[in-house]
């Protein structure tokens, strides 16, 4: 296990990077950080040293106890890209309780599970009629613009009240805000146009309220229970975290599958329910798109793994690793739709954990379940190493996926 009492220039650099001849698989350099310890130090951009967490137990541990923080305010919160000048707007993922709790509690009810089974007939529509389009449509193409994007954007725009008219600009804005490339300059300027476009949305429904989200948030701000600004703040996580991964894990979903025909023959042969869910929970475990970990920052002195991790020194769940460690999955690194992956960290774990999980579990649990069965013969219209991968964002996916049947 790494000291705290090495030098900084003994400490290896936090390692984000995939390795492009095996891209479903965490970064090499992590499997590397895992053989000296559940728990070991990596540098930042900043020269900071924050903690990397890659053990299940230890992960769900940190992340279940009340004494660190999703602050990213905090002294020692270990951001892992620059951040813009004055720092940003926190949304409630990036606070505590109890401000944390009251601000989830407003967007609670719209995300639990009996609603969003409410909505699985209307997402059926959706995808059975994105199919029809692709099937009508030229042969090959991009099944992220056709198919991947599409559905969840309908989909949230929906429960947002959110016109999908303006989906170019939202997913556009979406891509600068999260590439690790752009310069903090970029990702402030996106995030000010996403906050003033949601802005101008609650305002609209302060006069002409619908029967969505957003309209049940103005109300909210009506009673004063809310800022306008914390709403539209509100509007704009869920709307890029509601299309953003559900999109990557369609497009990544899918050409893993292309990439392992026995375990997609598996969905494209059968239509059982069961079988489709425990797919969605192993791809979200083998796939873990979100790049970043999940990061905290220590408020009180705490004992991980058998080191002491002081208050105001920074933690980094690299969640890929989790969903790898073989303490908590056999044979880890190997996709099995059969397998029990319901404990997997995908979606975090504590109290921050996603909010919006019962929503992109249905979505995908309708595409899995759909479009290999619809589309049999489905393949990829070029070799695996002409696809390009987003190597550069913080979420994970692929820019394109070129699909021939």
């Avoid at 903090?184 to 429904?205: I, N, S, W």
């Avoid at 058998?306 to 890929?320: D, W």
């Amino acid at each position: 296990m790494t000291s705290t009492s090495h030098a900084t220039n003994e400490i290896p650099d936090f390692p984000m990077a995939r390795d492009a001849r095996c891209p479903f698989d965490p970064p090499p350099a992590l499997y590397d950080q895992r053989e000296q310890g559940p728990m070991t130090r990596v540098r930042l951009w900043d020269g900071s040293t924050p903690w990397l967490i890659t053990g299940y137990a230890e992960q769900r541990a940190v992340l279940g106890d009340p004494r660190v923080s999703a602050d990213l305010s905090r002294p020692g919160y270990p951001a892992t890209v620059p951040l813009p000048p004055g720092g940003v707007k926190r949304s409630f993922i990036g606070m505590d309780d109890p401000e944390h709790a009251r601000l989830r509690r407003m967007v609670t009810a719209p995300f639990a599970i009996k609603r969003i089974e409410a909505m699985r007939p209307a997402v059926q529509k959706i995808v059975d009629g994105l199919i029809d389009d692709l099937l009508a449509g030229p042969n090959p193409v991009d099944l992220v613009q056709a198919f991947a994007l599409p559905v969840p954007s309908l989909v949230i725009c929906e429960l947002l009240g959110v016109p999908y008219t303006d989906h170019d600009f939202f997913q556009d804005t979406s891509k600068t805000i999260i590439n690790r490339t752009s310069t903090p300059e970029q990702r402030q300027a996106g995030h000010q146009a996403l906050h003033a476009y949601l802005d101008d949305l609650v305002g609209q429904k302060l006069t002409d309220p619908g029967d969505d989200l957003l309209s049940g948030l103005v109300e909210r701000v009506k009673a004063g229970e809310l800022s306008r600004q914390e709403a539209a703040r509100m509007g704009a996580l869920m709307l890029i975290a509601g299309h953003e991964t559900t999109a990557n894990m369609i497009a990544l979903g899918t050409l893993a599958l292309l990439q392992h025909p026995d375990q997609l023959a598996l969905l494209r042969d059968g239509d059982d329910p069961k079988l489709v869910a425990s797919a969605v929970e192993e791809l979200l475990r083998y796939l873990n798109i979100v790049h970043n970990g999940r990061l905290r920052v220590a408020t009180e002195d705490i004992e991980v793994a058998g080191q002491i991790v002081r208050a105001g020194e920074g933690l980094i769940m690299a969640n890929e690793m989790g969903n790898r460690d073989p303490e908590a999955f056999s044979d880890p690194d190997r996709l099995d739709l059969r397998r029990d992956a319901r404990r997997h960290v995908a979606f975090g774990f504590g109290v921050h954990q996603c909010l919006g999980q019962p929503l992109a579990r249905m979505e995908l649990q309708v595409v899995y379940g759909t479009l290999y069965r619809r589309v049999p013969t489905l393949k990829l219209a070029t070799g695996l190493d002409q696809v390009p991968f987003k190597f550069d964002g913080m979420v994970y996916g692929v820019h394109e996926l070129p699909v021939t049947w």
